[in-house]
DNA sequence: GCCAATATGTTGGTCCCCTATGCATACACT
DNA sequence: AGTGTATGCATAGGGGACCAACATATTGGC
């Protein structure tokens, strides 16, 4: 998988690991790693900025989680993210579908069994 | 569909429509929008670069076409072109199995009978 | 004491596509 | 003859998004 690949996608991939609870930073980068099969690497240059930015969106939430622990900032879903992470799924499947049907075209090409 | 949406998968596109036959700018643009049910709409702005760039790169001819007709610059793909067109095809499944398995995952989230 | 793992963040750079623009020819209509 | 529309190729400039690299701090093992 080329570096650069999720480029236009990050937004619902952040949104869909947090959709089962919240999460921090670091263990976004984990779960997107493990849900992907170990295909997807994001880097802390990738999120950070990305996470900050769907805060500031409104579609998630953060508060610092320090208590006993090492400090770290868990994000959480909002309903307004929750509502965009559906937008996000038609938007995939009406994505993948035009790519798809380009790439691999359902009318074959001439010259097999007429 | 987001004007951006190709990105990083116009390669694949265009080999694709080129690989029943050799077309020139303008008709590819017709036949990407035409295969993909009219939802992609490129413009001249990014494939003309794009060609030029793939014929760079060897995986396109390109000849000009001007008997009787107006002058038309035909793009065919090559023998590189049409080994690259299978990686990108590979690539294509790759990145939908990863991006899907991330937003749309097998795994359920907990709460439904178990 | 040192190093690895955990954890958050910023900076600079690059790539890639889009918008906008320009030019040229063919053809229909008036 | 002039105008408008469709066809056809091409470049310039701009911006967004992600990455690589770096900076900082804590925890725990050796």
Chains 1, 2 share one sequence.
Not at 8 to 25: C, I, R, S, T
Not at 54 to 78: D, N
Not at 82 to 94: D, I, P, Y
Request: hydrophobic share 40%.
């Amino acid at each position: 998988m080329k570096a650069d690949a999720v480029r236009g996608h990050l937004d619902g991939l952040l949104l869909a690991v947090l959709e089962q609870g919240p999460l921090h930073g670091y263990a976004i980068i984990a779960a997107v790693q493990h849900r992907s099969g170990g295909v997807l690497e994001l880097r802390t240059g990738t999120i950070y900025p990305a996470l900050q930015r769907l805060e500031r969106l409104g579609l998630l939430s953060s508060s610092w989680e320090s208590s006993g622990e090492r400090r770290r900032r868990c994000y959480a879903l909002t309903e307004a993210g929750r509502h965009t992470l559906a937008g996000e799924r038609t938007a995939w499947s009406e994505f993948t579908a035009a790519i798809g049907s380009v790439l691999n075209p359902t009318t074959p090409p001439p010259g097999l069994a007429t």
